[in-house]
């Protein structure tokens, strides 16, 4: 891969497993000096090993361990380009009827104010960078911020907050006159290592992953290293025009109907 | 751009409609960077100085070829030249396009069925007759051929006096996602995706602004400049490289899960 991002500075939350992970790799492997954070400190290790990238162990959601997030950036690299706030989770999720507040809360801690506090750090890190303020922040949403499921209230809730968190962080950029870009990402089904999990998991292997394969009239799910490709083009300066924009990929699954 | 030329693109064909100038030229000349052999077609006669200046600099990966996106004959005759000097297609941009500005009540039929056919028939027979190649070149390649028609963010918003081309790029987006979702339930392997620039420095938004100031909006295009900046959150308009950036994102393998979607390259315009 070229070096398209030779002399950037990237942070990935949420970058030990799946898209994360991808991006990670992704990023690094087109110039980008790569920080990652997550919980899996085993998983980092072997990321860290294949690509050259740093890992800092901190939860998307802990505000105050952000400091030492930031604090590691600045002093390895100094300054920071890109930002994927991509960790998230649907871990514990019902419907509006059945989900616990507890869940809802901790849900909506790493999908909306763990997106939150991402952007903000990387703004406010952004906007001193050596030469002036200029960056790209890129939210991972999802597919289900348009086509919300009855099922999953909080990550149906939480991916729809994803993209107006986007638009107000980019049009508050344009208004102090940052060149600082923010972006949402809306990918349907991606094959990652949780959804393999759930479709091992499920006692109907066959019967689960056709299920998944069938959401998109692709009849296929995305790969991790597909959506990856759209990170590093809104990472790049090639996307330099390109702010407050939310751009969806799933295989058509959310273009319209797949009649009879 | 610093990845221009990393010829991504190598072995691909491509047809851009309008490609003489503008958006167009710009996507032609990226799409040349990257390794791909281009077919571009617009209205001017193909001896004329700026077919000319075009092929000149651009060399031999570039053919041209008259070619009104409106009749269908012309149409057959683009998928004939193809058929003959490449034998394959893989990338159809869609992006030759017009523009109508007027208060409603004044808009001629004539006027109307002028833009509607040349931005929406026009996206349409494109389609129609380069869809069979583009399906058989598109086994060869990881998500398949990729069409990109040119939309415009004033297929998403309306705006003042401009209701026919809201209503001509409205419908780009549409049968964008109609094709897309068609093409996909086949398993025909091409993708459709939409592009909606914002405001770009191209000859149709001088001339758009130059009729703006004869009607009396404003004093010189240098204001409406200014005044579309400042209402960009990115604080100023785009080059057409800008726009070809994305149409090489959406031509290349990167994008091989993308179908039936849009990209909005507007500053910021239309989050606000």
Known sequence: MANRLEGKVALVTGGTSGIGAGTVERLASEGAKVVFTGRNEDAAKSICDATGATFVKHAVDDAEGWAGVMEHIASKHGRLDIAFANAGTEHGDASVEDVTVENWNAIVGVNQTGAMLTVQHAIRMMKDNPGGATGSVIINSSMNAHRAMGNYVSYSVTKAAAVALAKSAAIHCGNQGYKIRVNAILPGVVETAMIRGIIEASGDEAGTRAIYEGMAPLKRMGEVEEIAGLVAYL???????????????????????MGV | MSNLGNRRLEGRVAVVSGGLRGIGLSTV??????????????????GSDAVKEVLGRIGNSASYLRANVTEEGDWQRVADHVTQRHGKLHILVNNAGTDLTGPVETLSMEAWRRIMAINVDGVFLGTKHLVPLMAES?????????????SSIMGLVGMNEVSAYN???????????????EFATKQMPIRANSLHPGFVFTPLLNAGFQRWVDSGVAEKPEDLVAMVAGNTPIGRLAQPEEIASAAFFLACEDSSYMTGSEIVVDGGYTAQ
């Open chain 1, 235 to 257: 990472g790049s300066d090639e996307a330099a025009f390109v702010s407050g924009s939310e751009i969806v990929i799933d295989g058509a699954t959310t273009a319209g109907m």
């Open chain 2, 167 to 181: 209503a001509s790029k409205g419908a780009v987006r549409l049968f964008t996602k109609g094709i897309a979702v």
């Open chain 2, 138 to 150: 598109g086994k060869d390649v990881k998500g398949g051929s990729s069409i990109i028609n040119v």
């Open chain 2, 29 to 46: 000349e990226r799409y040349v960077a990257e390794g791909a052999e281009v077919v571009l077609t617009d209205l001017d006669d193909e």
